[in-house]
């Protein structure tokens, strides 16, 4: 089969193979929908478009799937619930997705995700749980909430994925996944025709296989430029926060963070362990609820009213705890959360980005937490630890795999200040060409 990388010149056949492999038992439960004659509609069009000699589009024949929380025009927005699939078709595109059109690209499908993005788990139990590819023996949890994203893109049936990142739903999904994932700085992307979780938090971003790839598709979506050409690390200042983001390391995961760390230092940047105290506050700062159960909740309390028998008793547990949260209380969030990243961004002064592991956990099995509620809040928790402290300071984010060929993934985050999305992209090219 022709990788997607080689940007063939396309041929029915070559798109018949990827739907054939969409539909095969190896994707089950990473598409809730797929039109295999839109697709071939298409492609026929990319073809004709490249024949005639006409201005061919920046993703020009890439195959780029979209998470179900995004509208496409004539398709119902599922956003994982079956609560939504009465809800009317949408009558336009998103933005993201009328530039992914304009810019060439071949939109394979909508992907599977956890019910209203409200889970780092990637568990669903209305369409099925895809399966990570990263183990062919054991079924492993692909990452939440944009996990059919990613399991289309390490199945290659994708050159890259649309997700959206409230608290890691990109990173963790593409560190669990073995790829690379990108959640910029909230405001370059626009979120109009993006069903919301947390209207404060919620940004779209790109899961792919390579740094490169990201910033591709990025550059469509964001229509601002990021640099493709990898920056020096020689020089650069990378801190380590000590608090809250390297507890409860699994050991594959501290063993590889250390490994990767001292490659970067060799390489001539200066690593400094810092304690980065406010980390440790957030979860007190979020108090009550939190933005994503608060601004969930005001988002979907009809839906839950409607059929709360068909809702994920696990997510419609998050979600009503911002059912009871006052205005007063919610304003208070906001003026916390301002304070903070003004604290977090002193704190990061002097430093080029901030290096943690994306998530302390390789892909965690299945079975035991479709089994527990126990198990399943706690490997959430951990999941969503991490990644979410960057959605809260409003930074920028890359997570690339790191670890050795043949076993399981992790992911290493490479994070960013507000607004600091050109100079991280050449630390990540940099350190992706070194980890290489």
Not at 310 to 315: F, G, L, Q, S, W
Request: aromatic share 6%.
């Amino acid at each position: 089969m022709t990788s997607q990388h080689s940007d063939p010149f396309l041929s029915e056949a070559y798109w018949q193979g990827i739907l054939s492999r969409a539909q095969s038992p190896a994707a089950q439960s990473v598409f809730t929908h797929l039109d295999p004659e839109q697709v071939l509609h298409q492609a026929r069009a990319c073809d004709a478009g490249r024949v005639s000699g006409a201005s061919l589009g920046a993703l020009h024949g890439k195959s780029i799937t979209l998470k179900d929380n995004i509208d496409v025009v004539g398709q119902t927005t599922f956003a994982g619930t079956r609560v939504c699939e009465v809800e009317p078709v949408a009558t336009h595109d998103a933005p993201v997705v009328a530039r992914l059109r304009q810019a060439g690209a071949v939109l394979l499908g909508k992907t599977n995700m956890s019910e209203f993005a409200f889970s780092g788990v990637g568990i669903n139990p209305h369409y099925g749980t895809p399966r990570n590819p990263c183990d062919a023996n054991v079924e492993r949890v692909p990452g939440g909430s944009s996990s059919g994203a990613a399991v289309s893109v390490a199945l290659d049936l994708a050159f890259a994925a649309l997700g959206t990142d409230t608290g890691g739903s990109i990173r963790i999904p593409a560190a669990l996944c073995g790829l690379v994932g990108f959640k910029g700085t909230q405001s370059r992307i626009p979120l109009a025709g993006v069903m919301e979780l947390s209207r404060t938090l919620d940004t779209v971003g790109v899961i792919a296989r390579t740094v490169r790839d990201c910033l591709q598709v990025d550059a469509v979506l964001s229509q601002q430029t990021l640099p493709l050409q990898p920056g020096h690390l020689r020089q650069l200042r990378f801190a380590v926060p000590q608090t809250l983001m390297l507890d409860d390391m699994e050991p594959a995961v501290a063993q590889t963070f250390e490994r990767t760390l001292s490659r970067i230092a060799a390489a001539g940047a200066d690593i400094v362990d810092i304690p980065f105290a406010g980390l440790g506050e957030i979860a007190s700062l979020s108090m009550p609820g939190g933005f994503s159960p608060v601004e969930g909740y005001a988002a979907h309390h009809a839906r839950l009213a409607r059929a709360p028998e068909r809702i994920d008793p696990r997510v419609m547990a998050r979600m009503t705890l911002g059912r009871d949260v006052s205005a007063l209380d919610y304003i208070g969030l906001l003026d916390r959360r301002r304070a903070w990243i003004a604290q977090a961004h002193q704190t990061l002064q002097g430093f080029d980005a901030m290096l943690s592991p994306t998530v302390p956990m390789c892909p965690p099995e299945l079975a035991p937490l479709l089994a527990s509620d126990e198990a399943f809040f706690k490997v959430n928790r951990l999941l969503l630890r991490n990644p979410s402290a960057i959605n809260y300071m409003d930074g920028c984010a890359f997570s690339l795999p790191c670890h050795a060929p043949d076993v399981l993934p992790v992911g290493l985050m490479v994070s960013g200040v507000h607004g600091s999305d050109a100079h991280l992209a050449r630390i990540a090219l940099a350190i992706e060409a070194l980890l290489a």
